[in-house]
């Protein structure tokens, strides 16, 4: 898991201790100034003292190294081709539970060596014939080197893969377009008043002086506007749908950093072995199991036959339906997010037989979703967080915000709550994911203050397959950044985490927005393994 030192800093403070003593409501004490113009919507937002200071220490922990001239020609660009990784001391003896270090060194398309970091790099260790892989941390060295630590976790022959996501120079571009071109996707609602209909365009914030209909959230302050329709009221509304995405956003240059066969995603080849073999430990070892579960420990698990083993949790592994069954019985599960946890939904409909889903006529892909067992009293729902959400038609009665919808759980040991919160907000500046987060969090502290025993899991980002366009929109790059601000702002927080960017990333399968059915099955047994513990 791509964790550099240099953009998360470990004197960052968790998430618990941010919160406000009486976190109720926000203190209206006057902000302190920050460097950045509030966006929009967020112009009326007024901080406390407190979370001002965890605001700036969390955009803090996520600055990412910049080229020290900002105009780079695409030939001084960051070649996957001509860069090349050494293994460090590759013929020594390595046993299971050693620490393995790589070098990885970046060259331009002239072939000279790289003068400055802040490229975006993934890398794993892998062993094809036992369909096992585990991701590694990467530190920056600002310096055009990068140095890739691995843990080896079983033995035998394991391969080194590191691969250039995004060059540097291409990094730039993401964060411009993050901070200036936040409309780079747009949504539409209807408006519907008997036969007469309109559609205006909307967004966390429009530009212009055009009238809006205003429809930030009454209980959390989220910021929603519509463009008002020319004939109908604001309170005609009846959809909200994803409306398109902006064509153009690059010059000519800055279209050279994003190429699919150049270098989005390519790998970056070893000068030398590019394996090690590793012996078995002398003796088993359980310690590594004691340690707390901690969202920032890197690896967090690896797999191994195509199973994960998480290190900060025994996982148990459901391979019959009976098995889910007797874990979920009694049990209402509530799934909040996007469509990465409706897989969730999805697999536990498909794979237990007793859990049918209940047709509410729902738009397809969309939900709300329902499915019930009642000979063992199981309910399953699943529902989509609020906006901004790309999905299809969303009936604006059905567009809730997950901090509200978990004021209105009782909770209690037959509860259980899984949460996901990501993809929709890469196009955004990361005030309004931040923003988002302190309100599903002060929501969740709220219901664990009033019912301990009930369980709260959140599912991370996952890694994806990217070219020229998606790149612009959903770059794993955006995610990872966003990732690593949720981890922060919920840790030292009851809650506990399905990695499902680690198993996305340190998986044979290519990388896809929605993993396929393998990698879902392992974060279900993930995540059935904290609502059934194993006795041990």
Same mark, same amino acid.
């Given at each position: 898991?791509?964790?550099?030192?240099?953009?998360?800093?470990?004197?960052?403070?968790?998430?618990?201790?941010? &919160?406000?003593?009486?976190?109720?409501? +926000? !203190?209206?004490?006057?902000?302190?100034?920050?460097?950045?113009?509030?966006?929009?919507?967020?112009?009326?937002?007024?901080?406390?003292?407190?979370?001002?200071?965890?605001?700036?220490?969390?955009?803090?922990? &996520?600055?990412?190294?910049?080229? %020290?001239?900002?105009?780079?020609?695409?030939?001084?660009?960051?070649?996957?081709?001509?860069?090349?990784?050494? &293994?460090?001391?590759?013929?020594?003896?390595?046993?299971?539970?050693?620490?393995?270090?790589?070098?990885?060194?970046?060259?331009?398309?002239?072939?000279?060596?790289?003068?400055?970091?802040?490229?975006?790099?993934?890398?794993?260790?892998?062993?094809?014939?036992?369909?096992?892989?585990?991701?590694?941390?990467?530190?920056?060295?600002?310096?055009?080197?990068?140095?890739?630590?691995?843990?080896?976790?079983?033995?035998? /022959?394991?391969?080194?893969?590191?691969?250039?996501?995004?060059?540097?120079?291409?990094?730039?571009?993401?964060?411009?377009?993050?901070?200036?071109?936040?409309?780079?996707?747009?949504?539409?609602? !209807?408006?519907?008043?008997?036969?007469?209909?309109?559609?205006?365009?909307?967004?966390?914030?429009?530009?212009?002086?055009?009238?809006?209909?205003?429809?930030?959230?009454?209980?959390?302050?989220?910021?929603?506007?519509?463009?008002?329709?020319?004939?109908? !009221?604001?309170?005609?509304? *009846?959809?909200?749908?994803?409306?398109?995405?902006?064509?153009?956003?690059?010059?000519?240059?800055?279209?050279?950093?994003?190429?699919?066969?150049?270098?989005?995603?390519?790998?970056?080849?070893?000068?030398?072995?590019?394996?090690?073999?590793?012996?078995?430990?002398?003796?088993?070892?359980?310690?590594?199991?004691?340690?707390?579960?901690?969202?920032?420990?890197?690896?967090?698990?690896?797999?191994?036959?195509?199973?994960?083993?998480?290190?900060?949790?025994?996982?148990?592994?459901?391979?019959?339906?009976?098995?889910?069954?007797?874990?979920?019985?009694?049990?209402? &599960?509530? $799934?909040?997010?996007? %469509?990465?946890?409706?897989?969730?939904?999805?697999?536990?409909?498909?794979?237990?037989?007793?859990?049918?889903?209940?047709?509410?006529? !729902?738009?397809?892909?969309?939900?709300?979703?329902?499915?019930?067992?009642?000979? +063992?009293?199981?309910?399953?729902?699943?529902?989509?967080?609020?906006?901004? *959400?790309?999905?299809?038609?969303?009936?604006? %009665?059905?567009?809730?915000?997950?901090?509200?919808?978990?004021?209105?759980?009782?909770?209690?040991?037959?509860?259980?709550?899984?949460?996901?919160?990501?993809? +929709?907000?890469?196009?955004?500046?990361?005030?309004?994911?931040?923003?988002?987060?302190?309100?599903?969090?002060?929501?969740?502290?709220?219901?664990?203050?009033?019912?301990?025993?009930?369980? *709260?899991?959140?599912?991370?980002?996952?890694?994806? /397959?990217?070219?020229?366009?998606?790149?612009?929109?959903?770059?794993?790059?955006?995610?990872?950044? $966003?990732?690593?601000?949720?981890?922060?702002?919920? %840790?030292?927080?009851?809650? +506990?985490?399905?990695?499902?960017?680690?198993?996305?990333?340190?998986?044979?399968?290519?990388?896809?927005?929605?993993?396929?059915?393998?990698?879902?099955?392992?974060?279900?047994?993930?995540?059935?393994?904290?609502?059934?513990?194993?006795?041990?």
């Amino acid at each position: 898991n791509l964790f550099p030192p240099q953009h998360l800093d470990d004197d960052t403070v968790s998430g618990s201790n941010w &919160i406000t003593e009486n976190n109720v409501q +926000h !203190s209206l004490s006057q902000t302190t100034k920050t460097t950045r113009k509030p966006y929009c919507g967020y112009k009326q937002q007024i901080l406390s003292k407190r979370e001002e200071a965890e605001q700036e220490s969390l955009l803090a922990a &996520i600055k990412w190294p910049k080229p %020290s001239d900002s105009k780079i020609a695409f030939v001084q660009s960051t070649d996957p081709a001509h860069s090349d990784f050494v &293994i460090l001391k590759p013929s020594r003896f390595f046993k299971v539970g050693d620490r393995l270090e790589v070098l990885v060194r970046m060259k331009d398309f002239r072939g000279k060596p790289k003068q400055y970091g802040g490229d975006y790099l993934q890398a794993r260790i892998h062993s094809p014939l036992l369909k096992a892989g585990a991701t590694g941390r990467i530190v920056d060295c600002h310096n055009g080197l990068y140095k890739v630590f691995f843990t080896l976790l079983w033995p035998g /022959e394991v391969k080194v893969s590191v691969s250039l996501v995004h060059p540097s120079e291409a990094i730039q571009v993401l964060l411009r377009l993050r901070e200036e071109r936040p409309d780079r996707v747009y949504f539409k609602s !209807s408006f519907k008043s008997g036969r007469y209909s309109e559609t205006t365009e909307c967004n966390v914030c429009l530009p212009g002086d055009l009238p809006v209909c205003n429809f930030t959230d009454l209980y959390t302050g989220e910021p929603w506007f519509c463009y008002k329709p020319r004939k109908l !009221s604001c309170a005609s509304r *009846i959809s909200h749908a994803k409306g398109g995405y902006q064509k153009g956003l690059l010059t000519q240059e800055e279209s050279l950093f994003f190429q699919s066969d150049v270098n989005i995603k390519r790998p970056i080849l070893s000068s030398g072995p590019d394996s090690v073999i590793v012996k078995p430990k002398a003796f088993t070892d359980s310690s590594g199991m004691d340690r707390a579960e901690d969202p920032t420990a890197s690896p967090s698990g690896y797999y191994y036959e195509d199973q994960w083993r998480s290190r900060t949790h025994w996982i148990h592994h459901f391979n019959k339906s009976d098995d889910i069954t007797k874990c979920l019985q009694g049990k209402v &599960i509530h $799934l909040f997010g996007d %469509s990465t946890i409706r897989q969730w939904f999805e697999y536990l409909t498909a794979f237990v037989p007793d859990l049918v889903e209940f047709n509410l006529g !729902s738009p397809k892909n969309v939900g709300p979703f329902m499915s019930v067992d009642l000979k +063992h009293n199981i309910l399953l729902k699943f529902r989509c967080h609020g906006p901004p *959400i790309r999905f299809s038609t969303v009936f604006s %009665s059905e567009l809730r915000y997950i901090a509200n919808e978990l004021n209105g759980i009782v909770g209690g040991r037959n509860t259980v709550i899984a949460i996901t919160i990501w993809s +929709h907000f890469s196009t955004f500046p990361v005030e309004v994911y931040i923003q988002r987060l302190r309100n599903i969090r002060r929501s969740v502290i709220q219901l664990l203050d009033r019912s301990p025993k009930t369980l *709260i899991i959140i599912r991370t980002a996952n890694v994806q /397959e990217l070219g020229p366009e998606v790149s612009l929109f959903n770059s794993d790059w955006y995610s990872f950044q $966003l990732d690593s601000v949720m981890r922060k702002m919920f %840790s030292g927080i009851a809650v +506990h985490f399905v990695d499902a960017w680690e198993m996305s990333l340190a998986h044979y399968l290519p990388h896809n927005l929605h993993p396929k059915e393998v990698i879902v099955k392992n974060q279900i047994d993930a995540f059935l393994s904290y609502v059934c513990p194993l006795q041990t």
